[in-house]
């Protein structure tokens, strides 16, 4: 019984959930940087020896310009879920019409 406790506290605490969920955001924050990192590459005609060389000024720029993309891929993903989600809405007088028209027959 004495070994059981400590199990169901765990789940109080919350600490057997929050180790997974920091592998997961370390697993994304990591998946996100070399995301960055190729299209930095890729968009950015420069050529370097080697990227640890880059200077801050010159990294900062490309962050800025990483950063403008994710914003407007981020627009445009809001944009389509509002579109997905928003009931479509339908024009009264357009509905009327065909039952007007077998009310007159």
């Known amino acids: 019984m004495a070994a059981s406790i400590p199990d169901s506290t765990k789940g ?5 959930s929050l180790e997974g969920k ?3 955001m370390k697993k994304a924050v990591v998946t996100l ?3 960055r990192r190729g299209l930095v590459r890729e968009k950015c005609s420069i050529e370097f020896n080697s990227w640890k060389m880059v200077r801050v000024d ?3 720029s490309m962050q800025k310009y990483v950063d403008d993309l994710f914003k407007k891929q981020f627009q445009q ?7 997905a989600t928003e009931p479509a809405q ?15 027959e």
Do not use: I, M, T
């Open 58 to 60: 010159l990294n900062n």
């Open 33 to 35: 940087k070399r995301y």
């Open 12 to 16: 109080w605490e919350r600490e057997g």
């Open 77 to 83: 993903w809001q944009f389509d879920l509002q579109q």
């Open 90 to 104: 339908v024009n009264d007088a357009a509905v009327d019409d065909p039952v007007d028209d077998l009310e007159e």
């Open 22 to 24: 920091e592998k997961k």
